[in-house]
């Protein structure tokens, strides 16, 4: 008797800009969790006699205007960037994905309610939202988290809510409602877990624009302030000095490039990690 071998079915491998990208995203996050721990010199120390040295042995990353370690201070201020971007993501998702939700399953003057709120605050401009709710309180870190997360809060809530109404209309959706179950159960059981995976790879390209977002609003005076080392207000800090020692802007400026790329490289791996289909054909 012959013996038939059943075909088995084929792994998918993961895709390797995920492993890069999620690569350089850890090692920054070691970085910053580490911080000023392993910074040669305190970030925050004059040393007047040492003002404008280029990079060097001493100073990998030169100084700056009141003598201060650059390397020091990029490493104690990337914490700033990653508690933005992570920080303001978790924020939209809180948010945005209840409210998605509700908007789906409560059709009609919720929906409406909810979608038109959303629609006016996807109107503005990022950078002019993020600068009328940082314009009327005190400057902080937290203060700029809430800015930011508030941005992509729409964005979210759209996302969520399309692919929820897709997945309404589906028959294991269908055979729930027909068992009785109610909506939150409907919600949370059938509905969250199938709807995650393209609001994690949307999560995934927000933290990118969240820290760039972040980024702009201290260069614009408006996030972190003096003596913070957040990268966008050592860029920002470093523009009358360009002539003259151009390395304080640019190793800030080359590491949120690092940072950001990498975050984009990770989302788009786990964009197609997750969505075999898109394996092997470009975005675009």
């Keep these: 008797m012959t013996s038939v071998a059943l075909a088995q079915p084929r792994r998918q491998s993961v895709p390797r800009g995920l492993l890069i990208g999620a690569g350089i995203v850890l090692t920054i996050a070691l970085l910053a969790a580490l911080g000023s721990s392993i910074a040669p010199y305190d970030p925050t120390a004059f040393a007047v006699r040492e003002r404008f040295c280029p990079p060097s042995g001493l100073h990998w990353f030169g100084t700056d205007e009141f003598g201060r370690d650059v390397l020091s201070r990029v490493l104690s201020g990337a914490h700033y960037s990653l508690a933005i971007g992570f920080g303001a993501t978790a924020m939209s998702l809180a948010l945005g994905v209840p409210l998605g939700l509700l908007a789906a399953f409560h059709r009609g003057a919720f929906e409406g309610i909810i979608m038109r709120m959303m629609d006016l605050l996807i109107a503005l401009p990022p950078i002019l939202f993020g600068l009328l709710v940082l314009a009327v309180t005190p400057a902080a870190l937290w203060k700029t988290i809430v800015a930011v997360g508030l941005v992509y809060v729409p964005i979210l809530t759209r996302l969520t809510r399309s692919v929820a109404l897709g997945l309404l209309q589906e028959n294991f959706v269908q055979a729930a409602r027909a068992r009785g179950e109610g909506a939150v159960s409907i919600l949370v059981r059938e509905i969250l877990p ?91």
Excluded: H, K, Y
């Design 194 to 284: 199938n709807a995650w995976p393209p609001i994690i790879v949307e999560s995934g390209l927000r933290i990118t624009f969240a820290v760039l977002l972040g980024s702009s609003l201290s260069f614009l005076g408006l996030g972190a302030q003096p003596p913070s080392s957040e990268w966008g207000l050592m860029i920002s800090e470093s523009r009358q000095f360009i002539d003259q020692a151009p390395w304080i802007g640019l190793a800030p400026g080359l590491c949120l490039c690092v940072l950001l790329v990498s975050v984009n490289i990770f989302g788009e791996g786990l964009r197609a990690w997750l969505d075999p289909r898109l394996i092997g054909r470009s975005r675009g």
